[in-house]
T-cell receptor
């Protein structure tokens, strides 16, 4: 069966520090991969999606970047975090039936 | 740009009651619509997916309907239980690669 791993679960980082969140999927090949952010009191916002290795599409201009170095690995990064980057970050993968399956999320607090 | 509205924002019902959650979206050109459940501080769990050609989908005590032309979907929960307490999110898919647009959700509390 397919599983999705996302870590860390919580992260507290100072403003200006770098960020790296990792997501890996098991039990499927060539999945579509997604990064969403959920800010307090707001709906989930799609940040990046990837349909294959090295293929990244950005949905909104921001201080973040994404990379897909391997088929089942999706990484969210920042060189210098801003206060506004705080939020709940969710990784997801999509199957052939167009369903999305989410990881357990990372709560990022930038102080 | 797709916009999704969910009403009510919060709902508290006694155990055993049937309830309906509402979702409306502005762009009716959707491929499908999904309903998710989110427990506090957790990821999302997919509940139901309705294709644009379908009118409804059922899973256990859950029934989701879709009126694509009017931009509306409802999630019906029968015989609610305390374990149903969570935030429910609807998300229509209007693009390729399953790019979903989420509403802010309905926070449901089922009391004993």
């Amino acid at each position: 069966s397919q599983t999705i791993h996302q870590w860390p679960a919580t992260l507290v980082q100072p403003v200006g520090s770098p960020l790296s969140l990792e997501c890996t999927v098991e039990g499927t090949s060539n999945p579509n991969l997604y990064w969403y952010r959920q800010a307090a009191g707001r709906g989930l916002q799609l940040l990046f999606y990837s349909v294959g290795i090295g293929q990244i599409s950005s949905e909104v201009p921001q201080n973040l970047s994404a990379s897909r170095p391997q088929d089942r690995q999706f990484i969210l990064s920042s060189k210098k975090l801003l206060l506004s980057d705080s939020g709940f970050y969710l990784c997801a993968w999509g199957d052939n039936n167009e369903k999305l399956f989410f990881g357990s999320g990372t709560q990022l607090s930038v102080l | 740009k797709q916009e999704v509205t969910q009403i009510p924002a919060a709902l508290s019902v006694p155990e055993g009651e049937n309830l309906v959650l509402n979702c409306s979206f502005t762009d009716s050109a959707i491929y499908n619509l999904q309903w998710f459940r989110q427990d506090p501080g957790k990821g999302l769990t997919s509940l139901l997916l309705i294709q644009s050609s379908q009118r409804e989908q059922t899973s256990g005590r859950l029934n989701a309907s879709l009126d694509k032309s009017s931009g509306r979907s409802t999630l019906y929960i029968a015989a609610s239980q305390p374990g149903d307490s969570a935030t429910y999110l609807c998300a229509p898919d209007t693009g390729t690669a399953s790019k979903l647009t989420f509403g802010t959700g309905t926070r449901l509390q089922v009391t004993l």
